[in-house]
């Protein structure tokens, strides 16, 4: 009997560069100085000089190992991030954290209550149990979540762009709402979307204050100054705001829509709610009324804060993004009398490295880098 014929399978071997490795290629930027083993390319094998000594090719190893180079190992960029890094100064309230211990023996009593309960089992076996947002939120606005915010605003850059290497816990909750006709409002969380013209107008602002206190409530956009990248726009400044009634201070500088420059991205339009030791006199800073003045509008929280720093304390932060709509075009024709600037982002020319006279293992693809017509070749053969 004959034995049995092995099934086989034919593995056929890459030796070519697949297209999307090729069309890669067209993503890379010129490099900042000569890249390693470059004076080697294009020249044959044996016409290089031969080292005839491993002692002499390591020698040569280390001394071109020791030459200092343009570009950087990962360790050196870890260990210029980490000396880069300056001290973060806390410039808000102290907030006091409640022990895990007795945050844990609480939800741990009121389980073992809510156990008991009759009603709750009965309602939740009816499916009508129905869970109390609103406390929900109101209590973790007393436990974790000033520290949430904090990490959110950290993330989107806000303490950076605006107070430098200072921050702060917002342990005051801010709420910050905008009027949708008559009947919606659209609220103002830490980094939601909200169009130009839904923010056409002052937004209704509600705290929880002292008697007798008083309060600065600021709005800035540190992303839009049109001439200077470090500078902002103020939208909104008014101080000494007796309790959390808004509408009864002192308004610096009146209210002004959105307006985001076409082309430019999504930018940051940023509450930040100060608590005043006393009255402030803000007559330096007062704008005219109306102010359609981009030049009297430009503002540095930074040195804003500097300024009245022995005054005000950073207590609540709330913030949204905004990008460009047709209200805008509105906004620069009718208020700031200005034609409206439009940006559009120019790639840089792509880089191809230095053709090779010989590119073996190289795509059909990789002369089309070099043609000086725009007609491609892959498809014709």
Request: aromatic residues 12%; hydrophobic residues 35%.
């Amino acid at each position: 009997m004959a034995a049995p014929l092995l099934r086989t399978t034919r593995i056929p071997v890459l030796t070519a560069r697949l297209l999307s490795t090729s069309a890669s290629l067209c993503k890379r930027a010129a490099p900042l100085g000569p890249l390693p083993n470059e004076q080697f390319e294009g020249k044959e094998i044996e016409s290089l000089e031969k080292y005839r000594s491993i002692t002499r090719y390591y020698r040569a190893a280390e001394k071109e190992r020791k030459k200092p180079g343009w570009w950087r190992t990962f360790r050196q960029y870890q260990q210029a991030e980490t000396d880069d890094v300056k001290p973060v100064v806390d410039i808000g309230f102290p907030v006091y954290v409640t022990s895990t211990r007795k945050i844990a023996a609480a939800r741990k009593k009121l389980l073992k209550e809510n156990q008991k309960n009759a009603e709750l089992e009965r309602a939740s076996r009816l499916r009508t149990l129905k869970i109390p947002l609103d406390q929900v939120r109101a209590e973790w606005e007393k436990t974790n979540g000033p520290f949430h915010v904090q990490r959110v605003v950290t993330h989107y850059g806000v303490y950076k762009d605006l107070f430098g290497a200072a921050t702060f816990v917002p342990s005051l909750p801010l709420t910050v709402h905008y009027s949708i006709e008559e009947e919606f409002v659209l609220p103002v969380y830490y980094g939601n979307t909200i169009a130009p013209s839904e923010a056409a107008a002052p937004p209704e602002v509600a705290y929880e204050a002292e008697h007798g206190s008083l309060w600065t409530l600021l709005l800035t956009n540190p992303d839009g100054h049109l001439r200077d990248t470090d500078s902002e726009y103020v939208h909104w400044l008014v101080g000494n705001i007796p309790g959390n009634q808004v509408l009864s201070g002192d308004e610096v500088c009146h209210y002004f829509p959105p307006f985001p420059a076409k082309g430019t991205g999504y930018h940051r339009y940023i509450f930040i709610l100060f608590k005043q030791e006393g009255p402030v006199d803000y007559r330096e800073d007062l704008r005219p009324n109306p102010c359609h003045s981009l030049k009297h509008r430009t503002f540095k929280t930074l040195d804003f804060y500097r300024k009245y720093e022995d005054s005000l304390t950073p207590a609540g932060l709330a913030f949204f993004q905004c990008t460009w709509d047709d209200s805008v075009t509105q906004v620069y024709h009718k208020l700031l009398n200005m034609k409206e600037p439009i940006f559009e982002f120019v790639r840089p020319p792509t880089y191809h490295p230095p053709q090779i006279k010989f590119p073996h293992g190289q795509p059909l693809r990789y002369l089309d880098r070099y043609r000086d017509s725009e007609e491609l070749t892959y498809g014709k053969y």
